[in-house]
């Protein structure tokens, strides 16, 4: 039965470690082991050479030599056995040029030839090698044995048992052994930490589990609506879904880079990149309205998630519009009740010429505004919209004027976008004016009559929007913080976030190629002026005379 292997991702690197340490171990010991065989003939071979030579360097060996035939109860024989007795040596032969042995451990074969050649050594060659002999297999070293003059008169052989290189060989291995099991025992360690903190990392899930997390993950990332955005502690991208990537404006090559170096300065920036910090943060993204949390993780970096709540805004605004239209109806039917009793009044009293001169003023002041603003403004939608901010203005306390100068064509490319520019203007202007008259009369000050100015104009190509108003003005050091996303000097009202419209309205300028900036009206008060040079379709056909003649009087 095959044994099973294990599913968990950090038992499956122990064992892989194990058996890797193991195999090193094993093969590191073989390799110590193989080349010591060699290592200790070597060295036997060289003893016995050293041996031999120091054998040969006695000068009363040769002269023994020649002195007599052998003897085992020779001169030769004694200093050869007291040589090996002393050196531990397995035998220590000396012969003469003929090859005859004059010494031998076995003490019958002196007088006999060696068995092997001697004619080398004999020819002053000293010789060192392992072979087999008459006393089994030796390291061996000869060399050539002279007399007084430098005459070789023989030849020393001296043998070491390889019985005792084996020895050392066999006392080498439990060492080599030992070492390395402390290896293998110190990496075995080594290897229990690195799986046991691959287990707290994992925790403790299988291999399987992880490539099912990784396509998960995917899955899930890029299939929600919400962006998500990762950055590393070095303030990298690391990660960005496709959700981050279309409200953003970046692509997947983002990744691996700084944020700052993909994306312009600017709020989105300094929120992703923590410089802002706080929940539910807003920003304003390419005319998408934004809202970022961020969330440090253990290592130091940062995961953001962005929700785009620029369609909640639209029907945000849409439902301030009907609010306000519902406030203009009331106002006006409060103000049509007044008028109604005024004529009930006026029947009953039996004025009647005076009532029908009441009549007459009411619906012509009504027709007239009206018609003022159709008149000049050709867009229905931007027109409706300053019919329906007037009423509102009105019940404010608040005249709100359409500038003479005002001449809008009907070739606007969104009206849309205009009605977002207006309306946060208008409504800017309004709460900045009422606030102000408010203030005056709680204080019994003397005060202007509040008023607001619209003025659209088309400039060659260009559409102007000019509201101006005679409230408290903007301050010189807030003319460009009034138009950063979040800012704002009016109190919070619950469930709704404040400093949004004139950020959208400079977001809406840029994407139209033209931009917005706050001033100081003549005689007192705030102008905000709106340049969009992409906001009007081209012109077909000159103007007619007459038109022309009619939008320069």
């Given at each position: 039965m095959r044994p099973r292997w294990p599913r968990r991702v950090f038992a499956q690197v122990l064992l892989v470690q194990l058996l890797i340490i193991t195999g090193v171990a094993g093969l590191a010991a073989g390799l110590f082991l193989a080349p010591l065989a060699a290592q200790l003939d070597d060295q036997a071979e060289h003893r016995a050479l050293a041996i031999?030579?120091?054998?040969?360097?006695?000068?009363?060996?040769?002269?023994s030599l020649l002195a007599g035939p052998p003897s085992p109860d020779g001169p030769v024989q004694a200093d050869a056995e007291r040589i090996r007795l002393a050196t531990g040596a397995s035998y220590v032969v000396v012969v003469d040029t003929r090859g005859i042995r004059y010494?031998?451990?076995?003490?019958?074969?002196?007088?006999?030839?060696?068995?092997?050649?001697?004619?080398?050594?004999?020819?002053?060659?000293?010789?060192?090698?392992?072979?087999?002999?008459?006393?089994?297999?030796?390291?061996?070293?000869?060399?050539?044995?002279?007399?007084g003059e430098g005459a070789i008169?023989?030849?020393?052989?001296?043998?070491?048992?390889?019985?005792?290189?084996?020895?050392?060989?066999?006392?080498?291995?439990?060492?080599?052994?030992?070492?390395?099991?402390?290896?293998?025992?110190?990496?075995?360690?080594?290897?229990?930490?690195?799986?046991?903190?691959?287990?707290?990392?994992?925790?403790?899930?299988?291999?399987?589990?992880?490539?099912?997390?990784?396509?998960?993950?995917e899955a899930m990332l890029h299939g929600i609506r919400e962006g998500v955005v990762a950055l590393d502690r070095l303030g990298r991208v690391r990660l960005l879904n496709d959700a981050a990537a279309r409200l953003l404006g970046i692509g997947q090559d983002a990744i691996g880079h700084p944020l700052d170096g993909v994306l312009p300065p600017g709020r989105t920036t300094d929120v992703l990149a923590g410089r802002v910090t706080g929940t539910d943060l807003l920003t304003v993204r390419d005319g998408r309205v934004l809202v970022v949390n961020r969330r440090d993780t253990a290592g130091g970096g940062t995961v953001a998630t962005l929700r785009d709540r620029t369609e909640l805004e639209q029907l945000r605004r849409e439902l301030d519009g009907t609010r306000g239209l519902t406030d203009a109806l009331r106002a006006q039917d409060h103000e049509h009740a007044n008028r109604l009793h005024t004529i009930v009044g006026l029947l009953e009293l039996g004025l009647y010429e005076e009532a029908a001169d009441f009549v007459a003023e009411v619906t012509g002041a009504h027709r007239a505004t009206a018609e003022q603003v159709t008149e000049r403004v050709r867009d229905p939608l931007v027109s409706a919209l300053l019919v329906g901010k007037s009423a509102v203005a009105a019940e404010r306390g608040v005249a709100l004027r359409v500038s003479p100068a005002t001449r809008l064509p009907d070739r606007v490319v969104d009206p849309r976008d205009l009605v977002t520019v207006l309306g946060n203007l208008v409504d800017n202007a309004l709460d900045a004016v009422a606030g102000a008259a408010a203030d005056a009369d709680a204080a019994d000050a003397p005060h202007s009559a509040p008023f607001v100015e619209v003025e659209l104009r088309a400039v060659g190509e260009t559409l102007v929007v000019r509201v101006a108003d005679n409230g408290p003005g903007v301050p010189a050091s807030a003319r460009e913080l009034v138009f950063t996303d979040g800012w704002s000097t009016k109190e919070a009202v619950p469930h709704r976030r404040r400093g949004l419209g004139l950020s959208l309205v400079r977001r809406l300028a840029e994407r139209y190629g033209g931009s917005v900036r706050a001033g100081e009206r003549d005689g007192g008060g705030a102008v905000f002026t709106v340049e969009l040079p992409e906001a009007l379709r081209l012109s077909t056909h000159p103007a007619h005379p007459a038109h022309s003649a009619h939008s320069k009087g």
């Open positions: 031999a030579q120091a054998t040969a360097a006695q000068p009363g060996i040769a002269h010494s031998h451990t076995v003490p019958e074969r002196i007088g006999e030839r060696v068995s092997s050649d001697p004619g080398r050594v004999l020819g002053g060659q000293e010789w060192t090698g392992t072979g087999r002999g008459t006393l089994g297999r030796s390291a061996r070293g000869k060399v050539p044995l002279r007399d008169v023989g030849a020393v052989s001296v043998g070491i048992a390889y019985d005792d290189v084996h020895a050392l060989l066999v006392r080498a291995v439990p060492g080599i052994l030992m070492y390395a099991g402390a290896a293998l025992g110190v990496g075995a360690l080594a290897a229990l930490a690195v799986s046991r903190r691959l287990r707290k990392r994992t925790r403790g899930i299988e291999l399987t589990e992880i490539s099912a997390l990784l396509d998960e993950r």
